[in-house]
């Protein structure tokens, strides 16, 4: 599991599916975020560079991208990952490297929780994050309950995976989430 570092402005978080080969160890730091630049804030640098870096952001008269948090959940040679990416989560719970990662991501949860006290919005790009949110949330529900129902009280999209997104041209869907969840003036 790839985490950056979180802000405490935050109040969007975009948790991406799993890094391509271009990322460089960065979400959204290839050719997807270069993608994604362009369609969401007319740039020709990758987002999660904007994202990551607040002095880009500012040159490029992006001041709200400080607002937006991104991490990626899976580096995708995970041993469940294909089974994940397939849907097939009945043999999954029993796997103890699954069950380890539910539970580190659930500790992960509650530090975003303690520490970005302005989220109100999740932004899960593919089915594995889906998948495994879901089992994180519901592990919580058992450790912190009050954590929980902070999360379940979010608004939390489920989007399909960043690639499918620009390849389909439905970026514009991701636009519309920025524009309005992560104003500059909020």
């Known amino acids: 599991m790839v985490q950056l570092s979180l802000k405490r402005k935050m109040k ?5 599916d799993r890094l391509q080969d271009d990322d460089l160890g960065l979400p959204l730091h290839g050719i997807n975020g ?9 740039d020709s640098i990758p ?12 040159a490029a008269g992006h001041p709200h991208l400080k607002r937006i948090g991104v991490e990626t959940m899976f580096l995708g040679d995970e041993s ?7 849907g097939k989560r009945q043999g999954l719970s029993a ?4 069950y380890k990662t539910v539970q580190r991501y ?19 790009f593919g ?9 994180a949330i519901e592990r919580l529900e058992e450790e912190n309950e009050h954590v929980a129902d902070a999360f379940k009280s979010m608004h939390v999209l489920r989007l399909p995976a960043i690639h499918r997104l620009v390849r389909d041209e439905r970026i514009e869907q991701v636009k519309e989430i920025v524009e309005r969840l992560a104003p500059s003036k909020s």
């Open 47 to 58: 987002f999660g560079r904007l994202l990551h870096d607040q002095a880009v952001a500012d």
């Open 95 to 98: 796997r103890e490297d699954y």
């Open 12 to 16: 969007v978080l975009f948790v991406i």
């Open 127 to 135: 089915r594995t994050t889906h998948l495994l949110y879901a089992d």
């Open 34 to 42: 270069l993608k994604m630049g362009r369609t969401l804030l007319g």
């Open 80 to 86: 469940f990952y294909a089974e994940l990416l397939r």
């Open 106 to 124: 659930t500790k992960h949860l509650q530090a975003v929780h303690s520490k970005c006290t302005k989220l109100h919005t999740i932004v899960l």
